[in-house]
């Protein structure tokens, strides 16, 4: 019975993920650079996205999402990557090595609080599976979470490792599904139905022609806005109201790639603008709030052997004079990352109050867009 509901809800999932409308779908168009193809994370060559949703019975609302930054042995040819922490009440495995060295070596996993331990066993074993690996002693998983315990028996620890490693090698790339999916299944966003969401941006020609993609996992609470609207506020829900939208703690995990050719010191100056992205959403990092940055660049030029005949490397970077249209399109597809969770989240379930969390009431948001005259 158990095997056939998965059947069912993972048959409905991807039905439902063809048929998602996102911001974009409605007119409301963010910012002021171009999205890509896809307007995901994908859209930087070689990244691939993968999700493992656990659905089952009235309480278990949690899953896996892992972001792979190129399709080979990762521990073999790690990318440059940093750390940014804009409030940091969370746990994050793994970001100590990434702000020492430089580097990712594994590919990323998002999960629950309580499921961080499974997501480095899986993590380890995916490491290890590759042949060229089987001497290595020392694996640095990087495994990032959001509290779903409201809506997901999160002591139940659910999410095995075998989870971590199918979505890891079920990771595609093209369009990206979003929403209550993967690690973004139990988690709220700014009182209503929070998720999974993603968008890119690809800079003109003359300012380089690169792409910024970004992932988040949206789990945090603030006074909603979309693109300059006071969403929140005109509905009235929003952070300390005496109810459900009260709850401003949580976390948000932000994922940002590049095919730019950075280094870790320009990685990290572009993860610091994805908070400025989460801020024009409403969110304010709160006290209890995990609010976390994992940068890379998937270029192939600037990947970092594991083991290497000599002693020094030859890259050929960015300079920082060419930085700034990089930081814009970061701000831009990260506030629309966030929103296009919410646009695309559905209904899971209810807290143990019995007061079910609700997605975002889209006719009311369309009409709200349309008055302010940010629909395009």
Do not use: W
């Not at 083991?307 to 490397?313: F, G, R, S």
């Amino acid at each position: 019975m158990k095997q056939l509901f998965f059947i069912i809800f993972l048959f409905t999932c991807l039905n439902d993920g063809i048929a998602q409308k996102r911001a974009r779908d409605y007119g409301i168009e963010i910012g002021v650079l171009k999205p890509g193809t896809n307007n995901a994370i994908t859209d930087v060559k070689g990244v691939l996205v993968g999700h493992v949703t656990l659905m089952e019975g009235e309480n278990i609302r949690t899953g896996v999402t892992a972001i792979v930054p190129h399709d080979k042995n990762i521990f073999q040819n790690k990318v440059p990557a940093a750390i940014y922490v804009g409030n940091g009440f969370g746990k994050l495995a793994g970001s100590t090595q990434v702000e020492e060295l430089g580097n990712i070596e594994t590919p990323i996993v998002l999960t629950n609080t309580l499921s961080v331990a499974q997501g480095l066993e899986g993590l380890i074993d995916y490491t290890l599976s590759f042949k060229e690996n089987e001497n290595v002693k020392s694996v640095n998983g990087m495994v990032g979470e959001t509290n779903d315990g409201g809506l997901n028996d999160i002591q139940g620890r659910h999410v095995k490792k075998e989870h971590v490693v199918s979505a890891i090698k079920n990771a595609k790339g093209g369009k990206v599904e979003e929403g209550s999916v993967g690690a973004g299944t139990g988690t709220i966003c700014f009182g209503f139905k929070g998720g999974i969401g993603t968008s890119s941006r690809v800079l003109p020609k003359e300012l380089g022609g690169y792409t910024v993609g970004v992932l988040t996992q949206t789990n945090f609470g603030g006074v909603l806005q979309i693109d300059g609207v006071p969403v929140g506020e005109e509905l009235g829900q929003y952070a300390y109201k005496k109810s459900i939208e009260g709850s401003v703690d949580g976390s948000c995990m932000m994922v940002v790639a590049t095919d730019a050719p950075l280094d870790a010191r320009n990685l990290k100056r572009l993860a610091k603008r994805a908070i400025m992205g989460l801020a024009k959403t409403g969110g304010i990092a709160s006290n209890g709030s995990g609010d976390y940055v994992i940068v890379f660049s998937a270029n192939e030029s600037v990947r970092i052997p594991f083991d290497a005949d000599k002693a020094t490397d030859t890259f050929t970077l960015l300079r920082n004079d060419n930085m700034s249209p990089l930081f814009m399109a970061t701000i831009e597809a990260t506030e629309e990352a966030i929103i296009n969770s919410l646009f695309a989240a559905k209904s899971v379930g209810k807290l143990e109050n019995e007061e079910e969390v609700k997605p975002l009431p889209i006719d009311k948001v369309i009409k709200m867009m349309k008055k302010y005259n940010r629909i395009r």
